[in-house]
T-cell receptor, first 113, second 115 residues
């Protein structure tokens, strides 16, 4: 069945350290892949997306993600985390069935001073 | 410019009551989506509108849930005979073009609590 898995429920990193959030998907065709961030009381904000072409995608706020077809992964990275990056991060595949996106359960990021 | 707005931001109701949740999409966006986000979960698709018509309502959990978009802009999600299990954050999103693949812009959500 088509699905999105984010293996890490919660990650804690120190400010200034590098970050990698994992995302694995199961999808029958070439997927559209997204990373969204959700801060408390805020709507989901798109960080970046992959449709085709270069498998390394640059996004906003210094984030990037790499599509690896052989591993069915789309991991999110940032070289140096800032305290303001603390939030919930969601990976999504879609549209699935042409209309809806399927989201992972999210990874909560805590940033230590 | 203005983003997607949703009202109310919070709604508390009693079991068995009827509720309406409103979504104002970004002006000019033809596609509108409703999602439900339960605690500790990612958003779950409910329904998609292209223009005034519900192009895909396969995510609605049962016939107590209904949504309309009569003029192709504002949409209302309606829940009849609410149950405690309906408690969640209801998210609305819009995109400029129809799917697949167009970026969806999300509103802040309506937190529904059914007592």
């Amino acid at each position: 069945a088509q699905s999105v898995t984010q293996p890490d429920i919660h990650i804690t990193v120190s400010e200034g350290a590098s970050l990698e959030l994992r995302c694995n998907y199961s999808y029958g065709a070439t997927p559209y892949l997204f990373w969204y961030v959700q801060s408390p009381g805020q709507g989901l904000q798109l960080l970046l997306k992959y449709f085709s072409g270069d498998t390394l995608v640059q996004g906003i706020k210094g984030f990037e993600a790499e599509f690896k077809r052989s591993q069915s992964s789309f991991n999110l990275r940032k070289p140096s985390v800032h305290w303001s990056d603390a939030a919930e991060y969601f990976c999504a595949v879609g549209p699935y069935n042409n209309n809806d996106m399927r989201f992972g359960a999210g990874t909560r990021l805590t940033v230590k001073p | 410019g203005a983003g997607v707005s949703q009202t109310p931001s919070n709604k508390v109701t009693e079991k068995g009551k009827y509720v309406e949740l409103r979504c104002d999409p970004i002006s000019g966006h033809t596609a509108l989506y409703w999602y439900r986000q339960s605690l500790g979960q990612g958003p779950e698709f409910l329904i998609y509108f292209q223009g005034t018509g519900a192009a895909d309502d396969s995510g609605l959990p049962n016939d107590r849930f209904f949504a309309v978009r009569p003029e192709g802009s504002v949409s209302t999600l309606k829940i009849q005979r609410t149950e405690r299990g309906d408690s969640a954050v209801y998210l609305c999103a819009s995109s400029l073009n129809p799917p697949p693949g167009d970026t969806q812009y999300f509103g802040p959500g309506t937190r529904l609590t059914v007592l």
